[in-house]
């Protein structure tokens, strides 16, 4: 194998060629690490391992989408809880998901540098699946407080180990498709919730949607440890890694405190900061969580669940555009335009709500259906499907699993605000301030990454 062709390390795992035998020997601070050339490894190629980890976000967007159609048959009475719930109760249903991720943000971390990828990827499905057995159990508002403190333990997890885990086993040139793959299954769960939760009875979807964890930890079990962790954690390298033909090596450094604390690593704090930030604060998520409750105070004639429908293909449409893009256009370009699009139509929102009279609404309830759509469609586009890739991309490698737990506790912390905040502003004081106040958000932030986002699609990442 020449320099060139390693340029990329992981570059094997798409010709499906691996892997090697490992000898360690300490030099100061760092592992020198030789290996050389082996036949090709039955291993799934790329797309497989795509397809394997969405089966946790599918089942994840489910869980996200199924919220915003049932909260209205939970505040109806036909509720199946023993009394119906207000608007209070449902902001918190909607934003304990956000403290669950939170938690999970904490302490996935950890066990991701010292443990791996595989065992925290195994973990995932437990917590989900005992939040589905508690809805189907759940009595009283504290069944869905829990439940959805365990919905958000899955979720903060997935967004760490699934993007280092592509990250590290998928070649650059095709990295941001596969992540932008991965977060499309969860846009695909979240319009299967909408739509499932619309049609089939409260109790029903918890007993299918138990299936999918089972059928995830079965598909995992034949995905490899990758190959930097193994290279890392170098007790288990010679039992996975056999022997090649060519020799090279590769420097793998100790991580200190200063490569958390260097030029380097605050540059990518701060750009990932306003990223985080905006990702909640533009209502991106907020708005498919309580998508119901904005189109009843759109006053369109539809539906209000089959419009979130809509709004839920409209998203899921923006993040196929996305996969088609991300590695063509980049990704630099795809969040800014996206952040320019969402503020436009979110101003258009406000406008309707402030200067538009009530006849017209009523005649012309499809401009405001339209719209949402339209947003929900620009934020697939850049701002929902590649944030955590950029974030990823952003982070100096050395501190990549530490440095991913510790942006997306802020991200859970951001989450909490807007889940908190989206249902009772607009209940207190209308949607058109609400959508100012995120149209905002993404002027302020499309100003400050405009300026000094650096494109990070052909960034090396090890």
């Known amino acids: 194998m020449t320099e060139e062709e390693f340029d990329s390390p992981f570059t094997f795992f798409q010709n499906l060629s691996c892997l090697l035998k490992i000898q360690v020997q300490k030099r100061d601070n760092f592992k020198i690490i030789e290996y050389v050339r082996l036949a090709p490894m039955p291993l799934a190629n790329h797309s497989h391992i795509g397809e394997y980890v969405s089966i946790m976000t599918l089942s994840h967007g489910i869980a996200l989408g199924w919220l915003s159609p049932i909260a209205a048959h939970l505040a109806s009475d036909k509720t199946p809880l023993e009394e119906k719930l207000n608007v209070y109760q449902a902001s918190w249903v909607g934003s304990l998901i956000a403290i669950g991720a939170f938690f ?165 704090y701060g750009l990932i900061y306003v990223l985080l930030f905006t990702h909640q604060m533009s209502g991106n998520f907020a708005i498919i969580t309580y998508a119901t409750t904005i189109f009843k105070h759109l006053n369109n004639d539809f539906h209000v669940n089959l419009s979130a429908i809509g709004l839920g293909v409209s998203q899921l449409l923006g993040m196929m555009i996305a996969i088609v893009l991300v590695d063509r256009v980049g990704r630099r370009i795809l969040l800014l335009s996206s952040m320019a699009g969402m503020a436009a139509g979110e101003l258009t929102i406000v406008c309707l709500k402030y200067f538009a009279s009530m006849q017209f609404l009523k005649e012309h309830g499809w401009f405001g259906l339209v719209t949402m759509c339209l947003i929900s469609l620009i934020a697939g586009i850049g701002v929902g499907s590649l944030t955590f890739l950029v974030v990823v991309e952003l982070l100096p490698h050395k501190i990549i699993s530490i440095g991913c737990s510790m942006c997306m506790v802020q991200l859970s912390i951001f989450a909490f605000m807007t889940l908190k905040i989206y249902p009772v502003m607009i209940e207190e004081h209308g949607l058109g301030p609400t959508m100012l106040m995120s149209a905002s958000v993404l002027l302020v932030a499309l100003t400050i990454l405009g300026i000094f986002l650096p494109e990070t699609k052909n960034k090396k990442l090890a």
């Open 104 to 268: 999970s943000n904490i302490f996935t971390g950890i066990p991701l540098y010292y443990c791996g990828r595989k065992p925290v990827m195994y973990f995932l499905a437990f917590p989900h699946a005992i939040h589905w057995i508690l809805i189907y159990f759940a009595t009283s508002v504290t069944y869905l407080y829990v439940a959805r403190f365990l919905a958000g333990m899955t979720g903060g997890s997935i967004l760490i180990v699934f993007p280092i885990f592509v990250s590290e086993i998928a070649d650059t040139n095709i990295r941001g498709a596969l992540t932008s793959t991965i977060i499309c299954a969860t846009s695909t769960g979240v319009l299967l919730g909408f739509t499932l939760g619309h049609f089939l009875d409260y109790s029903v979807l918890p007993c299918i949607m138990l299936l999918l964890p089972l059928i995830y930890l079965a598909s995992i079990t034949f995905l490899p440890e990758t190959p930097l962790f193994l290279i890392r954690a170098d007790a288990e390298t010679k039992k996975q890694f056999k022997e090649f033909e060519e020799g090279h090596s590769i420097v793998v450094e100790q991580v200190s405190v200063s490569d958390y604390c260097n030029k380097e690593a605050w540059k990518a």
